[in-house]
């Protein structure tokens, strides 16, 4: 009897994790924040060399005014269908002051950093790997894991003389955290050599039962910056203070109109597009393990936004996060002055459903119907003289959601891959919270893509202090290693 | 027939002007940024040596923790009354980058820097000095204007051979724009040597026509910073968005519950207090001279925050001002994230009858109204998991308002200074909007104090790009010349 992949992968890093850590950790000491362009090119080269050195064809593409992709394939004889891969390097900006290693350090940990773990050397070959030391960099978990688990199950199966079953093709991006502004050129310009009968995403996170998961489908992302404007300059606030109008007191009172005391946004319309949920839905919904009591405890807070909310029910509602507030100074910087703006940055995660253009089009009338003047630049002097309700808004590129049945062959299949290597019970989820581009593969490589994430749920993803439990990394090397040899020859669709 | 005092000092500032020009920038070169101890300490030694050349005694103080005050006095023989002057020597923090010019560079301009004016070299004897030009620094208008001022009056004075009218008592603070709060430690201490019938500050602005002004009073503070707390760190705002608590929404959501869209604070019980206005103060204020459209021009808006309210009237009200906020980031360095915290930070400046623990202790019922648990730290661990509502809200020092009555001789002698020294109608001002620690000189050295301001009132005071008029200095100089040569036997008080 053949062995099981799972089986060939753990021997494999039982003897090698070592070197699977090193070579991760050279990986993620390559800074990789999105729109650094130079370092975007180092993470690129790196990234061919470590396939090319696994067998595969792989090239690195640049167009205009773009962060770099890498477009490649890895063939085998026999193949029962083709499966891309999709991958993004970059990570988000780091606010190095606030993070307690070095972001791009790779600092190996005893386990989780907030909760008092050491500093661990890296393992040589005669040292035993606890699966719960965590690797810290940017990138660790969003998006580089699935690199290195990728590259550790090719290793496995050839060590092992295992053929592939699949054949890959490759799509690794260099500004998905910068709302990948180009990947549908990249797509549109390399579609005929990113032919697949499915796409794979290994982002985001495991289910936070520590199960693992398959998500069908992920919200897509609408956002903007919003700045209001007061006097033309900062004034002495005892001077001018309740006279002169202050738009830090002013934003904030636009804010309470768009949100409710119970966590329902209340811009007219921003519901009415969203798909209802259907019965198979509901009872997917209803089967997840229910995880709010330990995540408020994990994550430090002592109920939901909604009292009584069940977090799963919520992602399937698109949500308006206020990600950051900003005017004038606070604390010991504080200044006695009626600020000149003030400025909210908002991210809106968008359900099955919601256009991303007609939900910035609903915060626009909303602001209109306050009495805003909306602009898409600073005022003018003139504007500012003229109008006594002024604002900017600043859109960020944005996209929709995507879902897919969960009744397919391809659910089928994944959901047992998922078994076969982890050996647990497998999340099904409708769709997973985080925003990814999903749309792009199904408009422009009219193909079907889930999410298959390997990173824990602990892991400060897109925060300071982003880490990857090694467990995970284990884990994902069991699942592509199972993965390339299950049989896909019921989704084949040519 | 003797010369008029203000005829003495334009003849010297005419010949001199270059070197009073220049003694004042160099006084402006040195940083005087409130907190910072040993560049205080230096502003103190040059502010000793400034009165000692002209006479004066002078000691320079310093208790335990605290910023030096100079203590000192000028006496004369025959003096008609005893005359205290209080100026501060510290200024409020800079942020370099929003500055057009260096902080401490007294750089000489040509105008108004935002109108495009060019920079000016520093007159010589042969120059004319235009007194349109403005000197840019931290400290220019306010406070260290004052400083000069009467120290080239004096200098007037003893070239020109005049004696002075009245005996001067110095008390000059180095920590006003930290909340004054040794202030009272040091008149308690010093009590005995700054005993006088009157004392005078020369803080804040001229009126805002340009007419110069005399204030019976000024506002009060009270203020705070207010923080509400989500997860214990940024959480992504995909994953959790709408499920975790965003403590930046629900900060706007509370700011908003504080003040209505017509400008009326809604804290329950925040107007309780203020005195009504009074027939005479309605009478001052219906007297001044309009101001709206001009500062509105000027200033860079298009209306007040109430709509068709007068400026003068909202003086005589307590005032809530959001100075900043801040949560996580915004623009090109926002991440998205859920905040970790929020916070606010709040001047409130109170009118006569306000009593600022009591106004804060409205501000804290108004919290718990709206189900917040107050802190005066930040949270614990359990605190974060046991409230669903939790806010530390940080006091900062806080005094009350003071008023004197505008048919007292101090009034009447004080207005026809300033109507001797400037030759032109003078505004009669029930109140100042600033806040000044008048209600020391009345509980602790047990004297009226009023206001004469000297300096510009588009100095961006305690903002970027901080300035004092030239002509303003020279309104400060025949001022204090006047002042010097009053017969003030009608407030003596012993």
Request: glycine content about 8%.
């Amino acid at each position: 009897m053949t062995a099981e992949a799972h089986d060939i992968s753990r021997a494999f890093r039982d003897e090698h994790g070592w070197e699977i850590l090193a070579e991760f950790a050279s990986l993620l000491r390559i800074p990789n924040v999105t729109g650094e362009i130079d370092d975007l090119r180092r993470n690129a080269a790196a990234i061919k060399t470590l396939f090319e050195d696994r067998g595969a064809s792989i090239e690195v593409v640049e167009l205009q005014g773009a962060s770099p992709v890498l477009v490649g394939e890895l063939r085998t004889a026999d193949a029962t269908a083709t499966v891309g891969v999709y991958v993004h390097y970059d990570g988000q900006p780091v606010d190095q002051s606030r993070w307690r290693v070095g972001p791009f350090d790779a600092t190996l940990m005893s386990g989780p950093i907030h909760a008092g773990a050491a500093e661990v050397a890296y393992p040589d070959s005669a040292t035993e790997i606890d699966p719960e030391w965590r690797i810290y960099a940017r990138g660790a978990s969003d998006d580089k894991t699935p690199l290195a688990a990728l590259a550790a199950a090719l290793d496995a199966l050839v060590m092992a003389g295992r053929e592939r079953s699949i054949d890959l093709v490759f799509l690794f991006e260099g500004e998905e955290e910068s709302g990948s502004p180009n990947l549908d050129r990249y797509m549109t310009e390399l579609a005929p050599r990113l032919e697949a009968d499915l796409w794979l995403l290994c982002d985001g996170p495991v289910h936070q039962s520590r199960l693992p998961q398959v998500a069908f489908g992920a919200r897509g992302y609408s956002g903007f910056d919003l700045t209001f404007y007061g006097p033309e300059r900062e004034l002495h606030s005892g001077h001018y203070g309740n006279w002169v109008p202050n738009p830090a007191m002013e934003l904030a009172q636009f804010l309470a109109t768009c949100k409710d005391s119970a966590g329902a946004v209340t811009i007219p319309g921003f519901y009415d597009d969203t798909w209802p949920m259907s019965d198979a839905d509901r009872s997917a919904i209803d089967a997840l393990p229910p995880v709010e009591e330990t995540l408020q405890e994990e994550l430090g807070f002592a109920g939901p936004e909604l009292e009584g909310a069940s977090y799963s029910d919520r992602l399937m509602r698109p949500s308006f996060n206020v990600r950051g507030l900003a005017a004038a100074a606070v604390g010991s910087e504080g200044r006695n002055v009626i600020p000149s703006e003030a400025t909210a940055s908002v991210d809106m995660r968008l359900a099955a459903g919601d256009d991303p253009t007609t939900m910035l089009r609903r915060v626009v009338a909303h602001l209109g119907a306050a009495g805003y003047v909306v602009l898409e630049a600073d005022p003018t002097p003139e504007q500012r003289r003229a109008h006594r309700r002024l604002a900017r808004l600043t859109p960020s590129p944005g996209y929709r959601a995507v879902r897919i049945p969960m009744d397919s062959d391809v659910a089928r299949l994944l959901l047992e891959a998922c078994g076969r290597a982890s050996g647990m019970e497998v999340v099904a989820l409708p769709t997973f919270g985080g925003s990814i581009p999903l749309y792009l593969f199904e408009d422009l490589l009219k193909a079907p893509v889930a999410v298959l994430p390997i990173a824990n749920h602990d892991n400060n993803q897109h925060a300071p202090d982003e880490n990857v439990r090694v467990a995970n990394l284990w884990y994902g090397i069991d699942l592509w290693a199972t993965l390339l040899t299950t049989d896909f020859s019921a989704v084949r669709r040519s």
